[in-house]
């Protein structure tokens, strides 16, 4: 089992930085695939990036991309999330996830194991 605990949300302005973690406990990450999905009010879950632990392999949502960046700590067992240049379309709960196999995978369906969310707001 793998248990994961997101911290860093909160409320910041348009053009604002905010930086996630996610901790991961039961397992360590160097086994496991993690990746950060949202989910907007009245929206359904969606990709925002993912990082193949071993190997450092990243993909990111096209929404995203240039902005946000995902890092590891392998020491810490934990997964960064920097989002940068923050719009009000990116107001969300904001979700890690994990899988136990290897391969960057796009699917909440994917992924095996789920952080309770942390809520970003981005005021205009």
């Known amino acids: 089992q793998v248990q994961l605990v997101e911290s860093g949300g909160g409320l910041v302005q348009a053009g604002g930085s905010l930086r996630l973690s996610c901790a991961a406990s039961?397992?360590?990450?160097?086994?496991?695939?993690a990746a950060w999905f949202r989910r907007a009010p009245g929206k359904e879950r969606e990709f925002v990036g993912a990082i193949a632990w071993s190997v450092g392999n990243l993909h990111y949502a096209g929404s995203v991309k240039g902005r946000f960046t995902i890092s590891r700590d392998n020491a810490k067992n934990t997964v960064y999330l920097q989002m940068n240049s923050l719009r009000p379309e990116d107001t969300a709960d904001y979700y890690c996830?994990?899988?136990?196999?290897?391969?960057?995978?796009?699917?909440?369906?994917?992924?095996?194991?789920w952080g309770q969310g942390t809520q970003v707001t981005v005021s205009s």
């Open positions: 996830a994990a899988r136990g196999a290897s391969g960057l995978r796009f699917s909440p369906s994917e992924y095996d194991y």
């Open positions: 039961g397992r360590t990450f160097s086994t496991l695939t």
